[in-house]
T-cell receptor
Framework: SQTIHQWPATLVQPVGSPLSLECTVE??????LYWYRQAAGRGLQLLFY??????ISSEVPQNLSASRPQDRQFILSSKKLLLSDSGFYLC?????????????FGSGTRLTVV | SQQGEEDPQALSIQEGENATMNCSYK?????LQWYRQNSGRGLVHLIL?????REKHSGRLRVTLDTSKKSSSLLITASRAADTASYFC??????????FGGGTRLMVKP
């Protein structure tokens, strides 16, 4: 069965420090991968998505970047965190096929920038 | 930015009552999906309804879709305290991208 792992679960980082969040998927090949951010009490904002190794599309200009070094690995990074980067970050995967299916989400990383 | 709107933003009901949440969107869609999120956790996919479908059932969940009004509703029948969570609609557009609404926070009181 397909599973998605996301870590760490919580992270407290000082302003100006770097960030690296990792997401890995098991049990499927060539998934579409996504990074979302959720502000407190709000919906999800798509940050990045990837349809293949090295292919990254950004939805929102920001202080973050993403990379996909392997088929089932998706990394969210920042060189210097801002206070506004605080939030709940969710990784998800989907498989573009028929019949259509929903996204599978990781358990999320709560990032607090102090 | 979010292009889906959900109504109400918060809903409080007693156990055994039905809960209805509504979602509106603005573009053409391939399908519309509903997700559940327990506090501080990831989202769990509940149900998907395609653009050519009008109603779908899954256990105590009933979803309707009205493409002429660009709206959908999620009905949870005979609610339980364990149904307490946030519920999000999300629609998939022609580019196969998923856009989420702002969510409805449901509280079911025992």
């Amino acid at each position: 069965s397909q599973t998605i792992h996301q870590w760490p679960a919580t992270l407290v980082q000082p302003v100006g420090s770097p960030l690296s969040l990792e997401c890995t998927v098991e049990g499927t090949s060539n998934p579409n991968l996504y990074w979302y951010r959720q502000a407190a009490g709000r919906g999800l904002q798509l940050l990045f998505y990837s349809v293949g190794i090295g292919q990254i599309s950004s939805e929102v200009p920001q202080n973050l970047s993403a990379s996909r070094p392997q088929d089932r690995q998706f990394i969210l990074s920042s060189k210097k965190l801002l206070l506004s980067d605080s939030g709940f970050y969710l990784c998800a995967w989907s498989f573009l096929g028929r019949p259509p299916g929903g996204y599978t989400f990781g358990s999320g990383t709560r990032l607090t920038v102090v | 930015s979010q292009q889906g709107e959900e109504d109400p933003q918060a809903l409080s009901i007693q156990e055994g009552e039905n809960a209805t949440m509504n979602c509106s969107y603005k573009t053409s869609i391939n399908n519309l999906q509903w997700y559940r999120q327990n506090s501080g956790r990831g989202l769990v996919h509940l149900i998907l309804i395609r653009s050519n479908e009008r109603e779908k059932h899954s256990g105590r969940l009933r979803v309707t879709l009205d493409t002429s009004k660009k709206s959908s509703s999620l009905l949870i029948t005979a609610s339980r305290a364990a149904d307490t969570a946030s519920y999000f609609c999300a629609y998939e557009n022609a580019g196969n991208m998923l856009t989420f609404g702002g969510g409805t926070r449901l509280m079911v009181k025992p």
